[in-house]
């Protein structure tokens, strides 16, 4: 019979390295937040779109007020009050009565300096899509609980006018609000108001029917709690993690759409400008003065991006799949 | 599954008869004055009213309208392309853009399903990589970023294809519209095909038929993409609003003559035609919700299961 009390020594094992390691962590002890933190940093493209938005924010933030000049103002030369410094080429260091100043993204056709109108117009179009994607998720988000909390009757009614709403393009809201509306900044901002609440609604609701079952809302009912209470305080901070997923996408939706209404002339009016209104002008001048076009489709396509990449890294870190974990 | 399709049909005519009076209270009952001319004198106005039936109670102009909705009367301009029926414009318009749509659809549904199904075979690799930027790009850019760099390359730098659409040169000119249209839903279809396919090409059932020694085209033809398309008709539902709105700006870049443009001219002018606004805004409606039954219908029709599950649970 062979010896069986062999002890190991340690030249039996072999350390593994590279990429065959495997280092376990464990997300039980860690709070829901923080794991969701972890998931979400540790995805590349999602930490991308993070500092992307942060950069576009911030620039839309400091932009203007770094620049001497104001968004609106003509930029002329002191000397000779005709000569307006128009159709400067980024990088701007132009020759001339204007030599020696700094246009950064150059300046438009009526000489206005691009840098302040850009980051004023991200400015704008930023501002709208948060105050509308912020009140839209409230009212989004109250009538899918309410609807899919009560449900019978009451969930079958609000549902009914959900279809209708939603079967309606924005397009000819647009088309009808600019009938009594004068067009502009409040056009827009109605309208968004009017289309995005739907899918939160349709998101809210979902949650609701999921955990509407659940024990903790049994024992608060037995307890004697209002709907209302149980509702607000009880289920929705459940929600709140596909709800703040859904506003990542609805704002570059909101952005977006600001764009394109201001881009086809009922949006943002002059002087105002946004980023839309810009490509607009950039659009209409793209001829003679090509590089005006291209400051404001950069930062609309970097939010765009920015916020895509952080909504599908939200999405996925609060939902993880097993693989990811 | 008869049942199904009667309950659709029947839920969406009665969606478009309420946003369709909506719309019309909101026209004729909200503030706002349908003649903004400065020459017309308050009597011009009156009269003009009087022709028009505007100060006869809502409802029973309502129900004039309707009748001659039905048929295909959507009566004239206030104040856009004076005295021709609306019928008549819209018929040009919608020529114009159902055809370059169309075009646009077919090209995107193409090379979409091309590009997905070439991505997911070469899964890793540098096709796969260019499929994921191409549909990144696509979905998170707006498109006429991309319209406004094509027509500037193509059309300016190059002079390869012509800046401005003509319809008597249909072909030749409508390749640059209709590309740019198409982008969105290249790149939706191409994304959403790539991962079906390499779902689908993980699953049992293509295991075990490549264990039974099925390869290469058979395989892919037989198995993989037979399930593999059944949810991008899910996806054609965003891409007809997508190309509603795209549709707009393409016109607008392009100066197709097309429904978009007449929508964006009936209010973005001056004054605002109000019964332009009403014909489009029930076109636009009767479109997207027409698209929205048909593919609801699609679905039950190409995949059996979701016609058991629905007749089961009595449709909805």
Same mark, same amino acid.
Request: charged share 15%.
């Given at each position: 019979?062979?010896?069986?009390?062999?002890?190991?020594?340690?030249?039996?094992?072999?350390?593994?390295?590279?990429?065959?390691?495997?280092?376990?962590?464990?997300?039980?002890?860690?709070?829901?937040?923080?794991?969701?933190?972890?998931?979400?940093?540790?995805?590349?493209?999602?930490?991308?779109?993070?500092?992307?938005?942060?950069?576009?924010?911030?620039?839309?933030?400091?932009?203007?007020?770094?620049?001497?000049?104001?968004?609106?103002?003509?930029?002329?030369?002191?000397?000779?009050?005709?000569?307006?410094?128009?159709?400067?080429?980024?990088?701007?260091?132009?020759?001339?009565?204007?030599?020696?100043?700094?246009?950064?993204?150059?300046?438009?056709?009526?000489?206005?300096?691009?840098?302040?109108?850009?980051?004023?117009?991200?400015?704008?179009?930023?501002?709208?899509?948060?105050?509308?994607?912020?009140?839209?998720?409230?009212?989004?988000?109250?009538?899918?609980l309410i609807?899919?909390y009560f449900?019978?009757?009451?969930?079958?009614?609000?549902?009914?006018?959900?279809?209708?709403?939603?079967?309606?393009?924005?397009?000819?809201?647009?088309?009808?609000?600019?009938?009594?509306?004068?067009?502009?900044?409040?056009?827009?901002?109605?309208?968004?108001?009017?289309?995005?609440?739907?899918?939160?609604?349709?998101?809210?609701?979902?949650?609701?029917?999921?955990?509407?079952?659940?024990?903790?809302v049994?024992a608060s009912r037995t307890l004697g709690a209002k709907s209302m209470h149980i509702i607000f305080r009880q289920i929705l901070?459940?929600?709140?993690?596909?709800?703040?997923?859904?506003?990542?996408?609805?704002?570059?939706?909101?952005?977006?759409?600001?764009?394109?209404?201001?881009?086809?002339?009922?949006?943002?009016?002059?002087?105002?400008?946004?980023?839309?209104?810009?490509?607009?002008?950039?659009?209409?001048?793209?001829?003679?003065?090509?590089?005006?076009?291209?400051?404001?489709?950069?930062?609309?396509?970097?939010?765009?991006?920015?916020?895509?990449?952080?909504?599908?890294?939200?999405?996925?870190?609060?939902?993880?799949?097993?693989?990811?974990? | 599954?008869?049942?199904?399709?009667?309950?659709?049909?029947?839920?969406?005519? !009665?969606?478009?008869?309420?946003?369709?009076?909506?719309?019309?209270?909101?026209?004729?009952?909200?503030?706002?004055?349908?003649?903004?001319?400065?020459?017309?004198?308050?009597?011009?106005?009156?009269?003009?009213?009087?022709?028009?039936?505007?100060?006869?109670?809502?409802?029973?102009?309502?129900?004039?309208?309707?009748?001659?909705?039905?048929?295909?009367?959507?009566?004239?301009?206030?104040?856009?392309?004076?005295?021709?029926?609306?019928?008549?414009?819209?018929?040009?318009?919608?020529?114009?853009?159902?055809?370059?749509?169309?075009?646009?659809?077919?090209?995107?549904?193409?090379?979409?399903?091309?590009?997905?199904?070439?991505?997911?075979?070469?899964?890793?690799?540098?096709?796969?990589?260019?499929?994921?930027?191409?549909?990144?790009?696509? !979905?998170?850019?707006?498109?006429?970023?991309?319209?406004?760099?094509?027509?500037?390359?193509?059309?300016?730098?190059?002079?390869?294809?012509?800046?401005?659409?003509?319809?008597?040169?249909?072909?030749?000119?409508?390749?640059?519209?209709?590309?740019?249209?198409?982008?969105?839903?290249?790149?939706?279809?191409?994304?959403?095909?790539?991962?079906?396919?390499?779902?689908?090409?993980?699953?049992?059932?293509?295991?075990?038929?490549?264990?039974?020694?099925?390869?290469?085209?058979?395989?892919?033809?037989?198995?993989?993409?037979?399930?593999?398309?059944?949810?991008?008709?899910?996806?054609?539902?965003?891409?007809?609003?997508?190309?509603?709105?795209?549709?707009?700006?393409?016109?607008?870049?392009?100066?197709?003559?097309?429904?978009?443009?007449?929508?964006?001219?009936?209010?973005?002018?001056?004054?605002?035609?109000?019964?332009?606004?009403?014909?489009?805004?029930?076109?636009?409606?009767?479109?997207?919700?027409?698209?929205?039954?048909?593919?609801?219908?699609?679905?039950?029709?190409?995949?059996?299961?979701?016609?058991?599950?629905?007749?089961?649970?009595?449709?909805?």
């Amino acid at each position: 019979m062979a010896d069986t009390t062999y002890t190991p020594v340690a030249g039996d094992f072999e350390l593994l390295t590279g990429r065959d390691v495997v280092a376990d962590e464990n997300f039980a002890s860690q709070g829901y937040w923080k794991s969701v933190a972890t998931i979400f940093f540790r995805n590349r493209r999602a930490v991308v779109g993070l500092v992307l938005v942060l950069a576009v924010i911030a620039l839309a933030v400091l932009g203007p007020l770094l620049s001497p000049y104001a968004y609106d103002q003509i930029i002329r030369d002191p000397v000779n009050e005709a000569t307006v410094a128009k159709g400067i080429a980024p990088p701007g260091t132009a020759q001339g009565p204007f030599a020696g100043k700094l246009f950064l993204f150059g300046t438009d056709d009526l000489g206005r300096d691009l840098w302040t109108r850009t980051w004023q117009g991200a400015r704008v179009s930023l501002v709208i899509a948060f105050v509308t994607i912020f009140i839209d998720m409230i009212i989004g988000m109250s009538y899918g609980l309410i609807s899919g909390y009560f449900g019978g009757i009451v969930d079958n009614v609000m549902q009914r006018f959900v279809e209708v709403a939603v079967s309606i393009p924005s397009l000819v809201i647009v088309a009808v609000l600019a009938i009594f509306m004068p067009k502009g900044m409040g056009l827009v901002i109605v309208t968004l108001l009017l289309t995005e609440w739907i899918p939160m609604s349709k998101i809210a609701r979902a949650e609701m029917l999921k955990l509407k079952e659940q024990e903790y809302v049994l024992a608060s009912r037995t307890l004697g709690a209002k709907s209302m209470h149980i509702i607000f305080r009880q289920i929705l901070p459940n929600t709140i993690g596909p709800i703040i997923t859904q506003m990542m996408f609805s704002i570059p939706m909101a952005i977006f759409t600001e764009a394109f209404l201001s881009f086809v002339g009922v949006g943002i009016m002059l002087p105002q400008c946004s980023v839309g209104s810009l490509i607009s002008t950039g659009f209409n001048n793209i001829s003679t003065l090509p590089y005006q076009i291209l400051s404001p489709i950069l930062v609309l396509a970097l939010q765009m991006l920015g916020f895509n990449f952080i909504g599908d890294g939200l999405r996925e870190a609060l939902a993880p799949r097993l693989e990811d974990m | 599954m008869a049942k199904y399709i009667l309950k659709r049909v029947a839920t969406s005519l !009665v969606t478009l008869f309420l946003i369709t009076f909506m719309l019309f209270v909101l026209v004729r009952v909200m503030p706002g004055n349908p003649f903004p001319s400065e020459r017309m004198s308050a009597e011009q106005i009156a009269n003009k009213r009087a022709e028009m039936g505007l100060d006869d109670p809502v409802l029973v102009q309502f129900f004039r309208y309707i009748g001659g909705v039905l048929h295909g009367d959507f009566g004239k301009g206030t104040s856009l392309y004076f005295g021709a029926p609306i019928k008549t414009v819209i018929a040009t318009c919608a020529y114009n853009s159902f055809s370059i749509g169309g075009i646009a659809i077919l090209e995107g549904t193409a090379v979409g399903l091309l590009l997905g199904i070439l991505a997911a075979l070469n899964k890793g690799r540098f096709l796969d990589g260019f499929c994921t930027v191409f549909s990144i790009l696509g !979905v998170c850019v707006p498109g006429y970023v991309f319209f406004i760099l094509l027509q500037y390359c193509f059309s300016f730098k190059i002079s390869l294809l012509p800046y401005f659409f003509d319809p008597s040169q249909f072909l030749y000119s409508s390749v640059l519209p209709s590309i740019s249209l198409s982008l969105f839903a290249m790149s939706i279809i191409a994304r959403f095909t790539r991962n079906e396919m390499v779902e689908v090409m993980d699953s049992d059932y293509v295991h075990l038929a490549e264990s039974k020694g099925m390869t290469g085209g058979l395989l892919v033809r037989r198995h993989v993409l037979r399930n593999a398309l059944i949810p991008i008709v899910t996806v054609i539902g965003p891409l007809v609003v997508n190309l509603l709105t795209g549709a707009l700006v393409v016109e607008k870049i392009y100066g197709i003559n097309g429904i978009g443009k007449l929508m964006v001219d009936s209010i973005a002018g001056q004054g605002v035609d109000y019964n332009y606004v009403l014909a489009l805004g029930i076109l636009y409606s009767a479109l997207y919700i027409g698209t929205m039954l048909l593919i609801d219908i699609l679905y039950g029709v190409i995949d059996p299961r979701v016609r058991v599950a629905a007749s089961g649970k009595g449709g909805a």
